[in-house]
C-alpha cells in the first residue's frame, strides 16, 4: 500500500517505461526494454517516427518522460523506428 | 545567484556553441570522461578524428540547466555542429553507424565508426572553461 505524502520507494521499471510510451504514442509498440531501475534502453517502433529526423523522434519519447530523465530515470537510451524500418 | 549572472552563463553557453564549430557538452573530460555516455560520444569524434571543444558541465549544475533549457534537451552529453544540436549518445552512435557523422562533421569516413570508449586517445582541442566569456 502506497501512502501519499511518504517518501516512498519507486524506482521505474522496464514495465513501467513501456505501457507509458505505448500510452503516449498511438500505435507505439515497445520491442524491448531493458533497465536496473536508473539506465533503461528501449527499442520503440511507431508509424508516428515517419517522416521524423533522429533528433525529433528522441524529442518524442523526452517529453513523455520530461523532468524526469537524468533524474528519477538516470538515463534512457532509445532506438525509434517506423514499423518499415523495423522489417 | 542574481538573474544577471544567470543571464551571463546562458550567454557564454550561447557563445560558445557559436564559436565553436563542433562543442561537446560532456560529464568530465575528453581525457577523463566521468560518465559512458560522455566516453562513447568523445570515443565516436576521436575515431573520426574530428576537432572539437569540450565543455565539462559537472562543475556548476548551472551549465547543465541553462544548456538543457536552451537546447530542449534533458541529458548529457550533447553534440552541437555549426550551431545546431545534433543529439546525444544514442543519435551520435546511431549516425555513426550509418555513416551519416562523417559528413555533418565534414571529415573522412573513419574505417572503424564506433570503437568501444578508450578514454586514452588525446583531444584534438583543450576543455573550454564556460565560467569565462571566450575572447
Same mark, same amino acid.
Given at each position: 500500500?502506497?501512502?501519499?505524502? @511518504?517518501?516512498?520507494?519507486?524506482?521505474?521499471?522496464?514495465?513501467? @517505461?513501456t505501457?507509458?510510451i505505448e500510452?503516449?504514442i498511438p500505435g507505439a509498440k515497445v520491442l524491448e526494454a531493458?533497465?536496473?531501475? =536508473? =539506465? /533503461?534502453r528501449v527499442k520503440v517502433v511507431a508509424p508516428a517516427f515517419e517522416g521524423l529526423?533522429l533528433?525529433?523522434r528522441h524529442?518524442t519519447i523526452?517529453?513523455? /518522460?520530461?523532468?524526469? @530523465?537524468?533524474?528519477?530515470?538516470?538515463? @534512457?537510451s532509445m532506438s525509434c523506428l517506423t514499423p518499415e524500418e523495423n522489417q | 545567484?542574481?538573474? #544577471?549572472?544567470? #543571464? %551571463?552563463?546562458?550567454?557564454?553557453?550561447?557563445?560558445? $556553441?557559436?564559436? #565553436?564549430?563542433?562543442?561537446?557538452?560532456?560529464?568530465?573530460?575528453?581525457?577523463? +570522461?566521468?560518465? %559512458?555516455? !560522455?566516453?562513447?560520444?568523445? &570515443?565516436?569524434?576521436?575515431?573520426?578524428? &574530428?576537432?572539437?571543444?569540450?565543455?565539462?558541465?559537472?562543475?556548476? +549544475?548551472?551549465?547543465?540547466?541553462?544548456? !538543457?533549457?536552451? !537546447? #530542449?534537451?534533458?541529458?548529457?552529453?550533447?553534440?552541437?555542429?555549426? %550551431?545546431?544540436?545534433? %543529439?546525444?549518445?544514442d543519435? $551520435?552512435?546511431e549516425?555513426?553507424d550509418s555513416?551519416?557523422?562523417?559528413?555533418?562533421?565534414?571529415?573522412?569516413?573513419?574505417?572503424?565508426?564506433?570503437?568501444?570508449?578508450?578514454?586514452?586517445?588525446?583531444?584534438?582541442?583543450?576543455?573550454?572553461?564556460?565560467?569565462?566569456? !571566450?575572447?
Amino acid at each position: 500500500m502506497q501512502m501519499e505524502g @511518504l517518501p516512498v520507494h519507486n524506482d521505474p521499471t522496464p514495465s513501467e @517505461l513501456t505501457e507509458r510510451i505505448e500510452n503516449a504514442i498511438p500505435g507505439a509498440k515497445v520491442l524491448e526494454a531493458d533497465g536496473d531501475g =536508473h =539506465h /533503461f534502453r528501449v527499442k520503440v517502433v511507431a508509424p508516428a517516427f515517419e517522416g521524423l529526423s533522429l533528433l525529433e523522434r528522441h524529442r518524442t519519447i523526452n517529453e513523455i /518522460f520530461a523532468g524526469e @530523465l537524468g533524474g528519477r530515470i538516470h538515463a @534512457l537510451s532509445m532506438s525509434c523506428l517506423t514499423p518499415e524500418e523495423n522489417q | 545567484m542574481t538573474e #544577471n549572472a544567470e #543571464n %551571463g552563463l546562458r550567454d557564454a553557453i550561447q557563445g560558445a $556553441i557559436a564559436d #565553436n564549430e563542433v562543442i561537446l557538452f560532456m560529464k568530465g573530460t575528453p581525457e577523463q +570522461p566521468m560518465c %559512458g555516455f !560522455s566516453a562513447r560520444t568523445v &570515443a565516436i569524434l576521436q575515431a573520426h578524428e &574530428a576537432a572539437f571543444a569540450a565543455v565539462d558541465i559537472l562543475p556548476d +549544475p548551472r551549465i547543465r540547466q541553462e544548456l !538543457s533549457a536552451f !537546447s #530542449n534537451w534533458p541529458t548529457i552529453p550533447q553534440l552541437f555542429v555549426k %550551431g545546431e544540436l545534433v %543529439g546525444g549518445c544514442d543519435i $551520435i552512435t546511431e549516425l555513426a553507424d550509418s555513416g551519416q557523422l562523417a559528413p555533418i562533421l565534414g571529415v573522412e569516413q573513419p574505417a572503424e565508426p564506433t570503437p568501444e570508449p578508450t578514454g586514452g586517445a588525446a583531444p584534438k582541442a583543450p576543455p573550454i572553461q564556460i565560467d569565462r566569456p !571566450s575572447e
